[in-house]
């Protein structure tokens, strides 16, 4: 099993006639992903064609693309200046699963079209900034690379991308349910809390791998969660134990005030609800071989 995305989830892409959404788009068909359509106004009619001779039809909106294919997961590969219309069509469209890649999207965009999502009630959003979503052996939506890792008991979610990648790598031999990156942007759809209960619910999750880095407070309120909700081994990591307080560092959320939103802070935060914390992404890796072991 999986969460979020599995074998049954067909997938467009908006903006799949872009460079980007058109590179990403034949990494996800080599990995098996079910693309059944693309999205760009003005192109409706068209098609593209892939290697492995894979041919994508192009719509002119995502309404049409549900109609036409039956698609419940977008992902989305939109300049930011289009990326909210982009999210609103596909929240009209009642797609469940939009998976917002474009990075370097205005806040004030990015609050909107999450609150506008969270209204319809019918999509839920990962991203913005976000590598995506994989569930190994089953489907890609995103960025991640498919051939670092394989289907397995462990669950991931990750602020960061390029962590997502090197704990995916670190564990490949062990695998996972599911890998999400939530990306690390201020204002984003799925949080950490969202997975942890998605992944506690699913039955071939056996543990939890949960990535965090500096700035905020959203990995003190997932500690919290796990207390009250979640009876699976998770394993943690914080990315920034080096960075200088009162510094912005890379993400856009990354902003340290006082002790609050340390990593330290948000390392001492997960450990007094039994979340065990690496120093590093390795040693974070060593940990969860030491539970997936002992199960």
């Known amino acids: 099993m999986a969460i979020f995305l599995d074998s049954n989830s067909l997938v467009i892409v908006q903006g799949m006639t872009g460079s980007e959404g058109r590179k990403h788009t034949q990494r996800m068909i080599n990995f098996g992903t079910k693309i059944v359509g693309g999205v760009t106004p003005g192109k409706g009619g068209q098609s593209v064609e892939f290697d492995g001779g894979v041919s ?46 474009t990075e370097g999207i205005a806040v004030h965009d990015s609050a909107e079209f999450f609150q506008y999502a969270q209204n319809s009630g ?81 039955p071939e999750t056996k543990a939890i791998v949960m990535i965090g880095e500096i700035g905020g407070d959203a990995e003190e309120r997932a500690a919290d969660f796990i207390k009250a909700n979640v009876t699976k081994p998770v394993v943690g990591y914080v990315a920034g134990f080096t960075a200088p307080e009162g510094k912005t560092m890379g993400h856009a959320g990354a902003i340290v005030s006082g002790s609050s939103g340390t990593a330290q802070a948000k390392k001492e935060a997960l450990e007094a609800v039994g979340v065990k914390v690496g120093k590093t992404p390795s040693e974070t890796a060593v940990l969860m071989r030491e539970i997936i072991s002992s199960l």
């Open 122 to 202: 019918a999509t839920r959003l990962i991203g913005p900034n976000c590598p995506g979503i994989i569930s190994p052996g089953q489907s890609n939506a995103g960025i991640i690379p498919a051939n670092i890792t394989k289907q397995g008991p462990i669950g991931l979610v990750s602020k960061s991308g390029t962590l997502t990648y090197q704990m995916m790598y670190e564990l490949r031999d062990i695998g996972f349910t599911t890998g999400v990156g939530i990306g690390g942007d201020p204002v984003i759809g799925t949080t950490h809390i969202d997975c942890l209960a998605a992944f506690e619910a699913d």
């Open 56 to 101: 994508v039809p192009v719509f002119g909106s995502v309404s049409e693309a549900v109609a036409a294919t039956g698609a419940n997961v977008t992902v989305i590969f939109v300049p930011a200046k289009f990326t909210k219309g982009a999210v609103h069509e596909a929240v009209d469209a009642k797609i469940p699963l939009g998976v917002v890649i």
